[in-house]
């Protein structure tokens, strides 16, 4: 029997409903043909089988908790209906390789569904897979533009100022550049200090010690850096430099790429639950028993 426009409409609602929206693969599954495949751009092969549906679902909704995907328009052909969507949600696990950045999203997509036995037997699949990367602060070219020429910074041309959470004193190297890609900042710990306990969504951090002997936790591991020895750090680490010796010490840490949530301008602003998972000034052992920051 051949499924009528309303009919095919409704079946490809029941999956977003159950399948992407609610999560409830197995109420979704009568949706599919036994023998589905799906062809999508964004993977290397098809995607063959219920089975393999669950799978992708699953981890799309892993890293979208909140996903909603809607029909918007559609037109039915016979055997086929051609359907425009429309997917939002907040980035909250890892997708694609990137952790999650906290970023609402809003994508806009074409399926063509083939119908078979009143089931979706085969589907194409084509989405704006480039704006989705942009919300996500995965396509920089639009956001982070390189500067033109040089510039030259001189110690009188550093403003030192303290740190707002941990009040330690730094200079922003890059500030006057604009810089969009590169980030470079000098923090001058004194004795018995510590900065925040962080990670990042993207950047990497390389820790340079200028002066002094640098002490770094990472994770679980206590680091000690040695004058002119550095640490490179990834963005899903925890990190916290501190001192516990009886001099100043003078980190640069230089940072790439920007975050672009804290780039001026930025329409998009941050979840700071992604950057301090934990509590920001909580010190590490070496430190039991001090008090920092300092009550003012």
């Known amino acids: 029997m051949n499924m009528t426009e309303q009919d095919a409409i409704n079946l490809i609602r029941k999956g977003y409903e159950y399948g992407w929206n609610r999560g409830d693969f197995a109420a979704a599954e009568d949706v599919l043909h036994p023998n589905f495949v799906a062809h999508d751009p964004s993977s290397p092969t098809p995607v063959v089988g219920r089975a393999a549906v669950r799978a992708v679902l699953a981890a799309v909704r892993a890293a979208f908790p909140d ?3 809607a029909a918007l328009d559609w037109v039915f052909n016979g055997d086929k209906i051609a359907v425009r969507w429309e997917i939002t949600g907040t980035h909250r696990g890892a997708f694609n390789g990137l952790p999650a950045t906290g970023r609402s999203i809003r994508v806009t ?5 083939r119908l078979e ?3 979706v037997a085969e589907e194409w699949v084509e989405m704006d897979m480039l704006g989705l990367l942009r919300q996500l602060g ?3 070219t639009d956001t982070m533009k390189p500067i033109d020429s040089y510039f030259l910074i001189k110690p009188e041309d550093l403003h030192w100022r303290p740190s707002n959470l941990m009040k330690i004193p ?3 190297f890059l500030e006057r550049t604009k810089s969009e890609i590169l980030g470079a900042r000098l923090w001058r710990l004194p004795p018995n200090s510590a900065n925040t306990l962080h990670k990042h969504i993207r950047a990497e951090e390389f ?3 200028v002066e002094g002997v640098g002490r770094i936790r990472v994770g679980d591991d206590t680091l000690t850096v040695p004058k002119h020895g550095g640490v490179l750090v990834g963005p899903g680490q925890l990190r916290q430099v501190f001192n516990d010796t009886e001099s100043d010490v003078l980190w ?5 790429p920007e975050e672009v949530e804290f780039l ?4 998009a602003k941050p979840d700071m639950s992604l950057i301090y998972p934990v509590d920001p000034k909580q010190l590490p052992a070496e430190l039991k028993g001090v008090e920092w920051p300092p009550k003012t």
């Open 117 to 119: 036995e009143r089931r």
């Open 207 to 209: 820790y340079f010690v």
């Open 264 to 267: 001026p301008g930025a329409k």
């Open 109 to 113: 997509g074409i399926t063509l569904y």
């Open 67 to 69: 996903l909603r995907r």
């Open 170 to 172: 730094n200079a922003d």
């Open 138 to 140: 995965q396509a920089t």
């Open 252 to 256: 640069l840490i230089v940072g790439a």
